[in-house]
């Protein structure tokens, strides 16, 4: 099995910074994309960021140009560095791997979550 540990999270003004981390460990896998979601209270998940194998990124528009999302292949690790944060990004961030097993079948898993919090 392969299990995700996320950190990062917190309080932060309006206008201010965040970078959440996502590191995988466990059984040797294949990383093929991991995507950021963020769940705000009343509200469905939603997907944020997303980085496939190649390294092409994809962005919720809300997003576009104030958050990145970048891996490092070494730690088995993905970012997510969020800038100019908004009250409306406040949510429990999860992140999510999708990736290929030992036994060549495809899996996904998600991390446990954590907390992001802007105040106006």
């Known amino acids: 099995q392969v299990q995700l540990v996320e950190s990062g999270g917190g309080l932060v003004q309006a206008g201010g910074s965040l970078r959440l981390s996502c590191a995988a460990s466990?059984?040797?896998?294949?990383?093929?994309?991991m995507g950021w979601y963020r769940q705000a209270p009343g509200k469905q998940r939603e997907l944020v960021a997303r980085?496939?194998?190649?390294?092409?990124?994809t962005y919720a528009d809300s997003v576009k140009g104030r958050f990145t999302v970048s891996r490092d292949g070494a730690k088995n690790a993905v970012y997510l560095q969020m800038n100019s944060l908004e009250p409306e990004d406040t949510g429990v961030y999860y992140c999510?791997?999708?990736?290929?097993?030992?036994?060549?079948?495809?899996?996904?898993?998600w991390g446990q979550g954590t907390q992001v919090t802007v105040s106006a």
């Open positions: 980085i496939n194998n190649e390294g092409v990124t």
């Open positions: 999510n791997l999708e990736y290929t097993n030992f036994r060549f079948f495809p899996r996904a898993v």
């Open positions: 466990g059984d040797s896998f294949r990383f093929n994309a």
